[in-house]
């Protein structure tokens, strides 16, 4: 009982004590209003719902950019399959084409059922080309074309080089004695190429292509770099090179004794003291570019019509012509004019000999296609003109007596002749018809070329070049051309360089294709009528004039201005003398019907001079 009073006792105690009212609390505070704890509640939430939001953004931004890179990562892989698809299809038809040009090739080197023993290369599809169903004239009227037309320019041809070689020896020969051994440029004898001296020229005046080699002074040398021998070679670098001008002491293989010291009692054979001290930089500002060791074009061209001046001056007191240049973009283009107002064209060519081949580098070819224009003045053409002489003669010996080959060329260049004088010059080229045969003469057999097959082997001669016409393609005959037989002598960089395509200006220039095409179609159009009118009514200047001169001459030589003159009588033309002067003649002197030894220009006469006048060249 008393535990429980206590109880009760002790509880009233702790709750008087507790009471605020009787012990309030120091730190104790007692809000003002409610309205005051609601509005920190609220402005707190409002914080929270701000960084949720905050939050949430983040949230949203950082899927955003890990879908856009998983997209990225797919369409990656969507390129890298399709690229290597692409790459294989790619492979596949490199794997394809290469197939088929083996194939190709295979099928080309095969022998033809025409030609069994033959070697029937640059011929596919030949058989399919129809000419347009033009139709050239029969066997018996090509023959007759040929030998009243044709036939008699060879005569007047061989009258003609005699001429030209003998005054172009006298020209050289005073060139030569105006030259400083010492520093000028040391000119070698002319070589006769093209037509002329393939005896397939048809086209009137005729003229004589002369290459005249030249070599520079010691202590230099020249250096040949063919474009073909590098790979890849530009296509508009195919069939130039460049000619270095190198020093002695420069070439890693000459001489050493500029390289070491020699005792004083020791001399080198080879180059003596006084060869050391030759002035050598004139060569170098005469013919090379600015800043380059290699030889320019057109300082060559100026420095050879300067020495060809300076030696016509020297000489042309012995001759009753004028020599001038014919054309202002060809170097030795010269142009004889008598005083009966005749004239004679010929062309001197400088050209530089490629090592000890028979490849020569020139400046110009005036009647070889040029194709593009040289990318610079330092590139020079490769000439095979002396290589397609050889490989003629060659030829000739093992084809039949009489053979045709040169008669097709011959009709064809008389027919691409006209036809350029109708309708004015085209892409095609007497070039492109010697090329043309030049193919076609590896191709057949010997027998095929003999004098009776004279149609067929024009007729083919003609299909060729309409295949090539559409084709766009005509390859070089000696450049990359494995057919060429070893026996030529090719250098082994121009025997194994890609093959150039003479008809690459024809893949970049439409017009001129265009222009070409049609012109060659119209040729063929014109050409019996040419033949027909040709073989009747035969023209002056491709009649045969031995008959008629020889009847006259002692009158005509009256017309040029000697009435009293004695005259000797010659096989190739008519010798006048002239009291009170010195000079050489060429020619053969014997009488007339008796033909004697040739006589060449440096043989003289003291009290009277000799001038050799060709028939048909002077009147």
Same mark, same amino acid.
């Given at each position: 009982?008393?535990?429980?009073?206590?109880?009760? $006792?002790?509880?009233?105690?702790?709750?008087?004590?507790?009471?605020?009212?009787?012990?309030?609390?120091?730190?104790?505070?007692? #809000?003002?209003?409610?309205?005051?704890?609601?509005?920190?509640?609220?402005?707190?939430?409002? =914080?929270?719902?701000?960084?949720?939001?905050?939050?949430?953004?983040?949230?949203?931004?950082?899927?955003?950019?890990?879908?856009?890179? &998983?997209? *990225?990562?797919? &369409?990656?892989?969507?390129?890298?399959?399709?690229?290597?698809?692409?790459? %294989?299809?790619?492979?596949?038809?490199?794997?394809?084409?290469?197939?088929? &040009?083996?194939?190709?090739?295979?099928?080309? @080197?095969?022998?033809?059922?025409?030609?069994?023993?033959?070697?029937?290369?640059?011929?596919?599809?030949?058989?399919?080309?129809?000419?347009?169903?033009?139709? /050239?004239?029969?066997?018996?009227?090509?023959?007759?074309?040929?030998?009243?037309?044709?036939?008699?320019?060879?005569?007047?041809?061989? +009258?003609?080089?005699?001429?030209?070689?003998?005054?172009?020896?006298?020209?050289?020969?005073?060139?030569?004695?105006?030259?400083?051994?010492?520093?000028?440029?040391?000119?070698?004898?002319?070589?006769?190429?093209?037509?002329?001296?393939?005896?397939? !020229? *048809? @086209?009137?005046?005729?003229?004589?292509?002369?290459?005249?080699?030249?070599?520079?002074?010691?202590?230099?040398?020249?250096?040949?770099?063919?474009? $073909?021998?590098?790979?890849?070679?530009?296509?508009?670098?195919?069939?130039?090179? !460049?000619?270095?001008?190198?020093?002695?002491?420069?070439?890693?293989?000459?001489?050493?004794?500029? =390289?070491?010291?020699?005792?004083?009692?020791?001399?080198?054979?080879?180059?003596?003291?006084?060869?050391?001290?030759? #002035?050598?930089?004139? *060569?170098?500002?005469?013919?090379?570019?600015?800043?380059?060791?290699?030889l320019d074009a057109m300082q060559v061209m100026k420095w050879f019509q300067t020495a060809l001046t300076r030696a016509w001056h020297r000489i042309a007191h012995k001759y009753e012509f004028d020599l001038a240049f014919g054309q202002l973009d060809s170097p030795g283009s010269l142009k004889i004019r008598f005083r009966s107002g005749k004239f004679m064209p010929f062309n001197l060519i400088p050209v530089i000999q490629c090592d000890d081949s028979d490849l020569y580098f020139v400046s110009h070819l005036p009647r070889e296609p040029s194709g593009d224009a040289p990318a610079s003045s330092t590139d020079w053409l490769l000439s095979f003109a002396v290589y397609e002489r050889q490989f003629l003669?060659?030829?000739?010996?093992?084809?039949?007596?009489?053979? $045709?080959?040169?008669?097709?060329?011959?009709?064809?260049?008389?027919?691409?002749?006209?036809?350029?004088?109708?309708?004015?010059?085209?892409?095609?080229?007497?070039?492109?018809? =010697?090329?043309? /045969?030049?193919?076609?003469?590896?191709?057949?057999?010997?027998?095929?070329?003999?004098?009776?097959?004279?149609?067929?082997?024009?007729?083919?001669?003609?299909?060729?070049?309409?295949?090539?016409?559409?084709?766009?393609?005509?390859?070089?005959?000696?450049?990359?051309?494995?057919?060429?037989?070893?026996?030529?002598?090719?250098?082994?960089?121009? +025997?194994?360089?890609?093959?150039?395509?003479?008809?690459?200006?024809?893949? %970049?220039?439409?017009?001129?294709?265009?222009?070409?095409?049609?012109?060659?179609?119209?040729?063929?159009?014109?050409?019996?009528?040419?033949?027909? &009118?040709?073989? /009747?009514?035969?023209?002056?200047?491709?009649?045969?004039?031995?008959? =008629?001169?020889?009847? $006259?001459?002692?009158?005509?030589?009256? +017309?040029?201005?000697?009435?009293?003159?004695?005259?000797?009588?010659?096989?190739?033309?008519?010798?006048?003398?002239? #009291?009170?002067?010195?000079?050489?003649? *060429?020619?053969?002197?014997?009488?007339?019907?008796?033909?004697?030894?040739?006589?060449?220009?440096?043989?003289?006469?003291?009290?009277?001079?000799?001038?050799?006048? #060709?028939?048909?060249?002077?009147?």
């Amino acid at each position: 009982m008393a535990l429980g009073l206590f109880r009760v $006792c002790l509880v009233v105690v702790t709750a008087i004590i507790n009471h605020p009212l009787l012990f309030p609390r120091e730190n104790a505070t007692v #809000p003002e209003n409610e309205e005051e704890i609601i509005r920190k509640m609220q402005a707190h939430q409002e =914080k929270l719902q701000l960084e949720q939001l905050r939050l949430e953004e983040e949230v949203a931004r950082q899927a955003a950019e890990k879908e856009a890179l &998983e997209r *990225v990562a797919e &369409e990656g892989q969507q390129q890298n399959e399709s690229r290597t698809a692409w790459d %294989l299809w790619s492979t596949l038809c490199m794997i394809l084409f290469l197939v088929i &040009e083996v194939w190709r090739q295979d099928h080309q @080197d095969a022998p033809s059922p025409e030609c069994p023993g033959g070697d029937e290369d640059e011929l596919p599809g030949l058989e399919g080309a129809p000419l347009r169903g033009l139709t /050239l004239p029969n066997k018996g009227t090509l023959n007759h074309f040929y030998e009243r037309c044709i036939r008699g320019a060879t005569a007047d041809a061989a +009258r003609t080089r005699e001429f030209v070689e003998g005054f172009v020896d006298d020209l050289l020969e005073a060139l030569r004695s105006l030259c400083n051994r010492d520093t000028d440029m040391e000119v070698e004898d002319f070589i006769g190429v093209d037509s002329m001296y393939e005896n397939w !020229q *048809v @086209d009137r005046p005729l003229l004589c292509d002369l290459f005249v080699p030249f070599m520079p002074p010691e202590p230099y040398h020249f250096h040949a770099e063919l474009c $073909c021998s590098r790979h890849p070679v530009p296509l508009d670098r195919q069939g130039y090179g !460049q000619i270095k001008v190198v020093r002695a002491d420069e070439d890693p293989l000459g001489c050493i004794c500029d =390289k070491t010291k020699l005792g004083e009692d020791m001399l080198c054979l080879l180059h003596g003291k006084k060869s050391l001290a030759r #002035p050598g930089s004139e *060569v170098e500002t005469l013919l090379c570019a600015r800043g380059a060791p290699y030889l320019d074009a057109m300082q060559v061209m100026k420095w050879f019509q300067t020495a060809l001046t300076r030696a016509w001056h020297r000489i042309a007191h012995k001759y009753e012509f004028d020599l001038a240049f014919g054309q202002l973009d060809s170097p030795g283009s010269l142009k004889i004019r008598f005083r009966s107002g005749k004239f004679m064209p010929f062309n001197l060519i400088p050209v530089i000999q490629c090592d000890d081949s028979d490849l020569y580098f020139v400046s110009h070819l005036p009647r070889e296609p040029s194709g593009d224009a040289p990318a610079s003045s330092t590139d020079w053409l490769l000439s095979f003109a002396v290589y397609e002489r050889q490989f003629l003669r060659m030829t000739s010996k093992a084809l039949p007596e009489g053979a $045709c080959h040169l008669s097709c060329l011959q009709i064809a260049s008389f027919l691409l002749s006209k036809q350029s004088r109708l309708t004015g010059p085209s892409g095609l080229s007497n070039y492109h018809l =010697k090329t043309a /045969l030049l193919h076609l003469l590896v191709s057949r057999r010997p027998a095929d070329w003999e004098a009776g097959q004279l149609d067929a082997r024009l007729h083919e001669l003609l299909r060729f070049l309409e295949k090539s016409l559409l084709e766009k393609k005509l390859h070089h005959f000696f450049i990359g051309n494995r057919k060429v037989p070893n026996a030529m002598g090719l250098p082994e960089a121009v +025997r194994r360089a890609e093959p150039l395509n003479l008809f690459r200006p024809f893949v %970049l220039q439409r017009s001129l294709y265009r222009k070409t095409v049609d012109s060659f179609y119209e040729m063929l159009k014109n050409a019996p009528v040419l033949i027909s &009118e040709y073989s /009747l009514h035969i023209p002056s200047d491709h009649a045969s004039l031995p008959q =008629k001169l020889l009847s $006259c001459k002692v009158s005509r030589t009256q +017309r040029a201005g000697v009435q009293d003159a004695p005259h000797v009588h010659t096989s190739g033309g008519v010798y006048r003398a002239c #009291p009170g002067k010195t000079v050489g003649f *060429v020619g053969s002197l014997s009488p007339p019907g008796n033909p004697g030894p040739t006589a060449r220009r440096k043989e003289s006469h003291t009290g009277s001079w000799f001038a050799f006048m #060709p028939t048909g060249a002077y009147w």
